[in-house]
């Protein structure tokens, strides 16, 4: 007769669960994905099918960021998105939820977004991770920034989008835990 503790064992790790939330700041209620425990970070991506992505980031991301972090998924509403003001827009959800030094992983359209929320309030991003979208050479962020008005310092790594989730995921999860500099990484 099999054992059922030994299977569950045996089988892969699952996403933990995952919980609605909303937050209200400047008289709007903001909603977010959260899940996992511990440093906050922050993901920004496309929703998937739903907004029309067929390609998705690596599916293995939230539950693999998830068994070492606290990881926030927001909403961003198009009407930010469609008036470029994202930026401003994330850091009244990060007042709203009181969060400091929170890590940033951002993909495609939101890499922007990312340096910029950066560079308006670097106290409260502790690290930037970017996948921008494109492939071969082109990033996609041609063009997209400006010249910041004051010096800022913060971490930043620049993924392939291309790069296997096998081993963009172990990259990006030592990044986002502070480990020193990576060297002889590969992409």
Do not use: K, Q
């Not at 960021?65 to 401003?88: I, K, M, Q, Y």
Request: with cysteine.
């Amino acid at each position: 007769m099999p054992n059922p503790l030994a299977a569950a064992a045996a089988a892969p790790a699952i996403c933990p669960p995952e919980a609605f939330a909303e937050v209200r700041a400047r008289d709007h209620v903001m909603r977010y994905r959260r899940t996992g425990a511990g440093r906050a970070v922050l993901v920004l991506c496309a929703g998937g099918a739903a907004e029309g992505d067929s390609t998705p980031l690596w599916p293995e991301l939230p539950g693999e960021l998830a068994a070492h972090f606290r990881v926030l998924v927001p909403e961003v509403p198009a009407a930010a998105t469609a008036e470029g003001d994202v930026a401003v827009w994330l850091v009244d959800f990060l007042d709203g939820l009181g969060a400091a030094g929170v890590a940033v992983v951002a993909t495609e359209r939101f890499c922007v977004a990312a340096l910029e929320l950066a560079l308006l309030d670097a106290d409260r991003v502790a690290r930037v991770v970017l996948v921008p979208g494109g492939g071969g050479e082109g990033t996609g962020l041609d063009g997209a920034l400006a010249t910041a008005g004051r010096a800022s310092s913060v971490p930043l790594l620049v993924v392939r989008r291309g790069l296997a989730a096998a081993e963009a995921l172990p990259l990006v999860t030592r990044f986002l835990a502070g480990e020193p500099a990576l060297d002889g990484v590969a992409g």
